[in-house]
């Protein structure tokens, strides 16, 4: 079984800063795309960022600019980096994986538990 760990989140005033960690462990062969995802009250669940495992990224375009996505394959560890965040980026964050757990199988969708962000104005 494959698990996500999200630390990281916290309150904040806008404009500050914060890093998210989401760290992969279990039995696993490769992990392919990371990514972060976010979910405010009364919205869907919506793209933040991705990496792929060439760490080629993707953004949001609302963060662009302000968010950056990395990740450090031998931690099995994706990390967003959020400066300059504003009332409207409040929202659980999710960190997902995509993973292939042993060598021939099929890629799996992994899915941390979530982190709060709050940005006060």
């Known amino acids: 079984q494959v698990h996500l760990v999200e630390s990281g989140g916290g309150l904040v005033q806008a404009g500050g800063s914060l890093r998210l960690s989401c760290a992969a462990s279990?039995?696993?062969?490769?992990?392919?795309?990371m990514g972060w995802y976010r979910q405010a009250p009364g919205n869907q669940r919506e793209l933040v960022a991705t990496i792929t495992n060439g760490e080629s990224t993707n953004y949001a375009d609302s963060v662009k600019g302000r968010f950056t996505i990395s990740r450090d394959n031998y931690k099995n560890t994706v990390y967003l980096r959020m400066n300059s965040l504003k009332p409207e980026d409040t929202a659980v964050y999710y960190c997902?994986?995509?993973?292939?757990?042993?060598?021939?199988?099929?890629?799996?969708?992994?899915w941390g538990q979530g982190t709060q962000v709050t940005v006060s104005s």
């Open positions: 997902n994986a995509e993973v292939i757990v042993t060598l021939g199988s099929g890629m799996d969708d992994y």
């Open positions: 279990g039995s696993m062969f490769s992990i392919k795309n």
